[in-house]
Structures are given as C-alpha cells and as structure tokens.
C-alpha cells in the first residue's frame, strides 16, 4: 500500500500534466514489451515492436527489470520530449546514479557490469545509456506517439473536467479503480508499503498510455511528488490516423482533424497540437467539418469545444 498524505496546501496544488510524458511511457513500455498483462490494449504494439527494438535499446531492458523497482534516475520529471529527457538522464549527479544503481541491487536485482560501472562515474556508459533511450524512442515509440498522445489528452480532460467541476476531492475521489481518497491519505495498492508526504509540495498527476494496473511513484520520497497512472481507453488503436478512402474524400489533415475529433471532444488549440498544425488551420478544418455537419461546435468560454457527429462518426465507420 503507498498512502499519500496531503495538506490543504497540498489539495490546492494539485495538477495534471499536460502532455504525455515520454520518459515515464519509455519506461512503461518497456515493461509491457516484457510483461503479459494488457493483450487486449497493448498486444498488436507488442508483437510489431519486440523486433523493432535496436541492440542499443537492450541495455535499457537491463536496466529495468521487468518487475519491482526500476532507478529513479530514468524518468526525470517534467519533461516534454524525449531530448529533454535524455538530456536530463545524462545530467544526473553522480551520488544520485550510485544511490539509484545500489537500490537496485538491494532489491535483488542482478546489476549488469556496465551499470556497475556507470554508477561508478564511468561517463562513457552513461552516454551509451542515453543512445539507448533515443534508440528505443525512435523505433518502439515514435511511429505511434501522435496516438499516444491524443489518448493521453483525451484522459487529461476527464481528469481536469473532474477538477474544474468538484475540485480536488473529485479528481482523487474518481482518479482510479486502485486509489481510495480518505481525506487527507490517497492510499493506493502498491506492491510495496511506502509513505509519501507532501509537506505542501503538492502531486503532480501523470496519465499514461503503457501504464497497466496499480499506479506507480519515485521510490525517493525527496523527489517531486508524482503518481503515474493508467488511462481509460478501449485499445492501442492505430486507426486513430484515418484510413485512405476518409484521407482521399477529406484531404489527409482534414481527415485526421476529424478521427481526433471523433476520439475526445477538444477546443481549437488542443486540435491544433494533437493535429500538428497551426492554430489558424486546425480552426479552417473545424470550420469546414462543421459546415458539412461531420463535427458540432459550442462555446466554453472563450474557446470553442468541437464534437463528433452522428454523420462524422457515420463517414469515419464507413470508410
């Protein structure tokens, strides 16, 4: 059981990242490259990626064992890309490497040489480390990312619908099936028993797609808090970039505005980022689906929050 203690200062700093993180989804995925759980989310993925990964990667998987503790190191927080988080694995200060790489060992875990040795201070294989983990990106992660990320953003919204209409107690009160809120603790099943305090640092809330089962947070308690979750959603499905016949009827942006229309309800700008195009086109291509009656468009505020139609749904299914 991991109980999280919070104050009211901690309530009040309460957020949700906004996007997905590609560190903790490198290290998720990599457990479901190895791990049985999640066939039907995540077993086309799995098949196509086991013999994607380059010889590089493997130093990653030795890194992380399938089960139990995996080095705090890897997962830097708060990083957006994966250059930023490389950058960040390849800053670690020495004493953080060699404290991470020993716990590991304290756990059971049979340490490869050449961790050994980048705990050590061995730069060199710090640096191999790091071609890794863009290696693995490049060929496990990257070709699905877009969709990564649109189902990523989908749960965010939940997430922050939940916040902005019951506030923090709804948001831990309905987070996940493994966490109970009894205020002020957020105990959450976990293979281990860990205390976390917040001691008004708030926790930050990391919807991720490769994430199965319980939740998951650092093992150093002097980290900034975070807890890992699973999001809601019915399957890896590379479907969400639209098929040929809805590309060549709509035009290919056109197409896929709609596919992620389909998928969450969005405003503009969140179309715009989970599209890849600026914001003055993503408006031109709602517009257009609005005026053939494939999306519908309300005002929040000062934004417009885009929704699929029965039509829209209708194209997308038929072709």
């Known amino acids: 059981m991991l109980k999280i203690h919070f104050t009211e200062a901690d309530l009040a ?5 906004e996007d997905a993180d590609p560190m903790w989804e490198l290290l998720m995925s990599s457990y479901r490259m190895r791990r049985p759980e999640g066939e039907p989310f995540f077993g086309r993925w799995r098949r196509g990626s086991r013999s994607a990964v380059p010889e590089s990667g493997r130093l990653l998987m030795a890194a992380v064992p ?21 950058a960040a694995v390849l800053d670690t200060p020495p004493p953080v490497l060699a404290a991470d790489v020993a716990e590991l060992a304290a756990q059971g875990t ?20 790091g071609t890794a983990l863009h290696d693995y990106y490049r060929r496990c992660l990257a070709p699905d990312w ?7 953003a989908r749960d965010r919204r939940r997430l922050q619908a939940s916040l ?3 506030g923090p107690q709804l948001l831990l009160s309905t987070l996940h099936p493994d966490i109970t809120w ?3 603790v957020l105990r959450v099943r976990f293979p281990a028993e860990q205390e976390l305090h917040l001691d008004g640092r708030g926790l930050r809330l990391i919807p991720a797609f490769f994430a199965h089962g319980m939740p998951t947070t650092y093992k150093n308690p002097g980290l900034p808090p975070v807890l890992v979750h699973s999001i809601s959603h019915p399957g890896f499905d590379r479907d969400a970039e639209p098929g040929p016949a809805l590309a060549a009827l709509l035009g290919q942006t056109r197409a896929r505005a709609l596919v992620t ?18 914001l003055a086109t993503a408006s031109q291509h709602a517009s257009v689906l609005r005026a053939s009656g494939l999306i519908t468009s309300t005002r929040s505020g000062k934004a417009h929050v885009h929704e699929i139609t029965p039509l829209g749904l209708g194209l997308i299914r038929a072709s």
């Open 13 to 17: 700093k309460l957020t949700i990242a």
């Open 66 to 86: 399938p089960y139990g503790y995996c080095p705090d190191f890897l997962t830097p927080a708060g990083r957006r890309t994966i250059g930023d988080g490389v």
């Open 110 to 129: 049979r340490v490869p040489a050449w961790l050994r040795r980048l705990a050590g201070g061995e730069t060199r294989e710090l640096h191999r480390l």
């Open 146 to 152: 877009p969709a990564v990320r649109r189902a990523v």
């Open 164 to 166: 902005d209409h019951g």
């Open 182 to 184: 009894t205020p002020p």
């Open 261 to 278: 229309i389909a998928i969450a309800r969005c405003n503009t700008s969140e179309l715009a980022e989970l599209t890849g195009v600026s």
